[in-house]
């Protein structure tokens, strides 16, 4: 049986996302000037202000356990064929911050160079706090029926191309549901916008995390070079 669902979802900043906005910064665990503080809860406000998160996902019962179906043999890889081997359900997701967003960046753009970068590392928190947050929710939900679910995989981890990122919005409809899109180039629009993968399965899966080691950026990863990760 598959399922097709949108929802808005009600996530903000609060302080305790200061260090992870900083992080997105390359701040480093540097200890931080009032100054700053008081500029990074700033943002984070406008951020929330403007912010409408909302996601759709649809979801796949398999014919064959850790098998793509027809329409979505744009997976390609090993590392995701790796990470659903043991899954007999897949859930396909993406989520968004919203226009807004977007627009209020570049609007403080004109005004605060400054303020438009700490806003941006806002945005990049919230999202992925959003994303957190539905996955939990699916967690939940799954673990009532003794089923057990992988870690989300987006495109452009390990050997899965980034390049899949139109078809993935295609196949979840999110552009009709809730506005995203990609761009000629590749980029998702709204730019807080996030795709992802996570597989559902009856035994308890190997506790696998994500890391440096199976991503396409390795060796040229920015936030490496500063000994720190991407995520958390």
């Known amino acids: 049986m598959e399922r097709r669902e949108m929802f808005n979802i009600d996530v903000k900043l609060t302080k305790d996302d200061e260090s992870e906005v900083l992080r997105y910064l390359q701040h480093n665990g540097k200890e931080i000037d009032k100054n700053l503080h008081s500029q990074v809860l700033e943002c984070m406000e406008k951020i929330n202000a ?58 403080e753009e004109l005004k605060n160079v400054a303020n438009a970068l700490i806003m941006d590392s806002c945005g990049s928190t919230l999202i992925e706090a959003v994303c957190d947050s539905i996955e939990a929710g699916f967690r939940e939900q799954y673990l009532k029926e003794n089923k057990y679910l992988t870690f989300r995989f987006s495109p452009g981890y390990g050997d899965l191309p980034i390049s899949i990122q139109r078809q993935f919005v295609d196949v979840v409809n999110a552009a009709r549901r809730i506005g995203v899109n990609v761009s000629d180039s590749g980029i998702m629009l709204p730019r807080k916008s996030v795709t992802a993968i996570i597989g559902v399965s009856d035994q308890k899966l190997e506790t696998l995390k994500k890391s440096c080691a199976g991503c396409n950026l390795l060796k040229s990863c920015r936030y490496r070079k500063i000994g720190v990760r991407c995520y958390a």
């Open 50 to 107: 403007v912010a409408k998160p909302n996601f759709v996902f649809r979801e796949w019962d398999l014919e064959e356990k850790g098998k793509f179906p027809a329409e979505l043999d744009f997976f390609v890889g090993n590392s995701i064929k790796k990470h659903i081997k043991d899954c007999h359900k897949l859930i396909l997701m993406a989520a968004t911050l919203g226009i807004g967003v977007d627009n209020a960046i570049r609007k």
